[in-house]
């Protein structure tokens, strides 16, 4: 089973502006207050293409978990594992810039909790194809992300050993079956990740809009003084 979410947005300033943006959203929760669940980002590797001149970069990102709760109420502990009792999910990201063709298309996807559920989210931001649209500075964004359960397999194989052992289905799985199961749990999961996206495009937002009135050599400089106060205080 899989489950598709797109959404098409235009931010209100240059592309380069936006990219910068968007690499800076997790940096610190005072420049983002809306990426306060991000614990921690490191970067893995970065560099750029000598051809093409494109910057490729892979991050890992540390956050509070985001699986839904009502995920864990959904499946019997024999199914999840325990899993309900995590508080943090990795998620790597990568990306790639084009500054000379005004492109930068992300990926990003948890690399744990799998078992239950996949979340791969891409996004391309790009420059507009219109003169009126480069002229006032805008950068079009499209957000797409798919969702894709691994349970059927798992409470397939669970009804199976059940209708071996009793002749019967246990009343849950019975009942909601392994289909139903996944089709729940990519529904709870597209629900919570809509209202996810809307908060991060108001966190671009305001990282935007302190870029634009700070500058970027002044965010950068409170970002500097923020990790010497942290650095200080360890």
Do not use: C
């Not at 798992?154 to 071996?164: D, H, L, V």
């Amino acid at each position: 089973m899989v489950l598709t979410h797109s959404t098409n947005h235009t931010y209100s300033h240059p592309f380069p502006t936006v990219t910068l943006a968007y690499f800076l959203r997790y940096s610190s929760p005072q420049l983002n207050p809306f990426a306060a669940h991000v614990l921690s980002t490191d970067t893995i590797s970065s560099h750029v293409d000598p051809k093409t001149q494109r910057l490729y970069t892979t991050r890992i990102h540390l956050k509070k978990s985001r699986m839904p709760s009502a995920v864990y109420k959904l499946l019997p502990a024999s199914v999840s594992g325990g899993t309900s009792g995590e508080k943090a999910s990795y998620i790597l990201e990568t990306s790639v810039v084009d500054i000379k063709e005004g492109w930068m298309k992300t990926e990003s996807r948890n690399l744990n909790f799998t078992g239950v559920l996949s979340v791969v989210e891409k996004q391309h931001f790009k420059v507009p194809s219109s003169l009126e649209a480069v002229a006032r500075n805008e950068t079009d964004v499209n957000s797409s992300v798919m969702f894709k359960s691994r349970l059927g397999e798992k409470i397939r194989g669970k009804i199976g050993q059940a209708q071996e052992s009793s002749g019967w289905l246990p009343g849950f799985l019975g009942g909601l079956g392994a289909k139903g199961i996944q089709r729940s749990i990519e529904s709870l999961a597209s629900t919570k990740t809509i209202d996810q996206l809307s908060k991060s495009r108001d966190g671009m937002r305001l990282v935007l809009e302190r870029l634009r009135n700070g500058g970027v050599i002044g965010v950068m400089e409170k970002l500097r003084q923020e990790r010497q106060r942290q650095a200080a205080a360890m």
